[in-house]
């Protein structure tokens, strides 16, 4: 058996090792703490599926009766028995000499038996790693700490926190701050000028789901437009033909701006439109509102490009929605590629943090902040200095949703094991 002996300073970085040496499925014998950190014994899975014996045939209808019922009572015995992890070897071996069990079932069964065991000690290591956490690294607590305060994932969190530069900047928490908010700022991409898209104009659609603000950022679009070069170089578009009168809000906006107004239905009418069209400096298309779990948004982002024309597609993201529906939506929209991105309702949003974690790890090109119904006044450049701090500074103690450091530590490492239970309870 080949038995590997890892050892390193945390729980962590033991893992890290033991997955590179051993693979992920690794089975974990043992973990202990040792001077300068900890120890960790493992073996690889395929010796585990080495010490099984070949499966013996059934007996044969000679067998006495009392040799027949002998397997019978073994394994009453065995699935009566209570599920202790200090009996798991033992088990395991009793099961595997059991003659009645099909080569197949067995397999699938040692199998799930070292999943089940792979995840409890992980999570065990986990759990240590994360509860030593503000004990260990001060600056990286106050890193996780602040950085789930402010509304963004555990996910976003982690990364900067295994990236955290390690020395004297590590123990001290403000300079971690610091450090922190510059991540976050080289990683948020923004549009550093508008001139570049107004002056090379082109066909733009905004999309996303219903109350986003579409339709009162395309107004806002296009009144920047028209300043620039004027109401006869501008058309606009519209796809939403569901909604009663919903294309009557956008007609209204383009006879106060002096801008025709089309609608079409399908692809064909979006060509026929399109090519109509071709002598517009820019064309803005306002698409129909729907949720992101409607098959139909696979439709519309397949309309859009079949138009025989380049479209450049912009997502409204919704500020004050939660980050798993922020993720939902990218995941929609994204399917054939996206453009960039606005953020609506900025002055709506309790924290900016779900909004700008989601730009961040989808790697959007943030161009507007949309920050209220007024046309064309509520829109503007988006700024990453101002978006960071803005993120967190909206941060409060008396907030409900603020961990301290001990509720810090309980949060992040049960959510490892709730990830990892499900993929166990799945697979």
């Known amino acids: ?7 390193a300073k945390t729980s962590r970085e033991a893992m890290r090792q033991l997955r590179e040496v051993l693979g992920p499925d690794a089975v974990i014998l043992s973990n202990r703490a040792v001077d300068g950190g900890v120890e960790v014994l493992a073996i690889p899975a395929e010796d585990i599926a080495a010490m099984a014996p070949p499966v013996v045939d059934m007996p044969t209808a000679t067998a006495t009766p009392a040799a ?26 009793e099961r595997v000499a059991l003659p009645s069990q099909d080569g197949a079932q067995l397999a699938k069964s040692v199998i799930s038996e070292i999943k089940m065991m792979q995840s409890r000690l992980e999570n065990q290591l986990a759990d240590l790693a994360w509860r030593d956490l503000p004990g260990r ?3 990286g607590a106050t890193l996780m700490r602040d950085m789930l305060a402010a509304g963004f994932s555990a996910t976003l969190a982690r990364e900067l926190l295994d990236s955290l530069p390690r020395g004297e900047e590590r ?29 090379a104009g082109g066909v ?40 009663i009168g919903g294309h009557e ?15 079409v239905r399908d692809a064909a009418d979006l060509r026929i439109a399109l090519k109509e069209l071709r002598n517009k400096h820019t064309v803005l298309i306002d698409t129909v509102g729907m949720s992101q779990r409607d098959q139909a948004v696979a439709e519309q982002v397949e309309m859009l490009c079949q138009a025989e024309h380049p479209i450049k597609r912009l997502l ?29 309702k900025v002055d709506e949003a309790a924290s900016l943090g779900p909004a700008l974690d989601c730009a961040i790890r989808h790697q959007l090109n943030v161009h507007y902040l949309a920050t209220g119904q007024r046309v064309p006044e509520d829109l503007h450049l988006a700024n990453r200095q101002y978006l960071i701090h803005r993120a967190f500074k909206t941060r409060t103690l008396s907030s409900p949703w603020q961990l301290d450091d001990s509720e810090l530590a309980f949060a992040l490492s049960g959510q490892p094991t709730q990830h990892r239970e499900s993929a166990v309870s799945h697979g």
């Not at 001290?172 to 002056?199: F, S």
């Not at 906006?253 to 609608?263: D, E, F, R, S």
């Open 137 to 139: 690294d001060p600056s």
């Open 316 to 344: 409204l993201l919704n500020a004050t929605s939660h980050g798993d529906t922020l993720d939902e939506v990218v995941r929609a929209y994204q399917s054939r590629g996206l453009d960039g991105c606005i953020l609506s």
């Open 204 to 243: 733009f659609a905004l999309m996303g789901p219903t109350g986003s603000g579409k339709t009162t950022t395309t107004a806002k679009l296009a009144a920047r437009f028209v300043v620039r070069h004027g109401a006869g170089k501008l058309a606009l578009l519209t796809t939403d033909s569901y909604r």
């Open 68 to 93: 027949a019922q002998r397997p019978r009572e073994a394994v009453a015995d065995v699935q009566s028995e209570p599920l202790p992890e200090v009996t798991f070897k033992r088990r395991l071996v």
């Open 1 to 7: 058996m080949n038995v590997k002996r890892i050892v």
């Open 249 to 263: 809000q956008l007609r209204i906006y383009g006879k106060i701006l002096g801008v025709t107004v089309h609608a």
């Open 171 to 199: 123990s001290d928490a403000e300079q971690a701050q610091v450090w922190m908010r510059n991540t976050l700022m080289k990683r948020l991409q923004v549009m550093q000028n508008e001139t570049d898209m107004l002056d």
